[in-house]
């Protein structure tokens, strides 16, 4: 069975920082793209950033220059470090795996989500 755990979520004030990490069990992501979308309450989940299985990143515009994820193909993990957190970022975040296209329907392994709070 394919498990994403995220974890690192929380509450943060506005110019913060926080590092969000997944880990990944039960099938190797190494050579798949990983990446992290968010959910505010009454919107759409959307595209947050996905990196390939070489360490390549892309970035949705709204945080390109504020996040920066990264991973560790050895222990099956996927970061996300976000800076400069704006009250705007508040969200649902969820780790996924094997993302080919940056849409959520098109994602097939989801973790559970962890909660990011940023108070103004």
């Known amino acids: 069975q394919v498990r994403l755990q995220e974890s690192g979520g929380g509450l943060v004030q506005a110019g913060g920082s926080l590092r969000l990490s997944c880990a990944a069990s039960?099938?190797?992501?190494?050579?798949?793209?990983m990446g992290w979308f968010r959910q505010a309450p009454g919107k759409e989940r959307e595209f947050v950033a996905v990196?390939?299985?070489?360490?390549?990143?892309y970035y949705a515009n709204s945080v390109k220059g504020r996040f920066a994820i990264s991973r560790d193909n050895a222990k099956n993990t996927v970061s996300l470090q976000m800076n400069s957190l704006k009250p705007e970022d508040t969200a649902t975040y969820y780790c996924?795996?094997?993302?080919?296209?940056?849409?959520?329907?098109?994602?097939?392994?989801w973790g559970q989500g962890t909660q990011v709070t940023v108070s103004s």
């Open positions: 039960g099938r190797s992501f190494s050579s798949d793209p």
């Open positions: 996924a795996g094997d993302v080919r296209v940056a849409a959520a329907q098109e994602v097939h392994y």
């Open positions: 990196i390939s299985g070489t360490g390549s990143p």
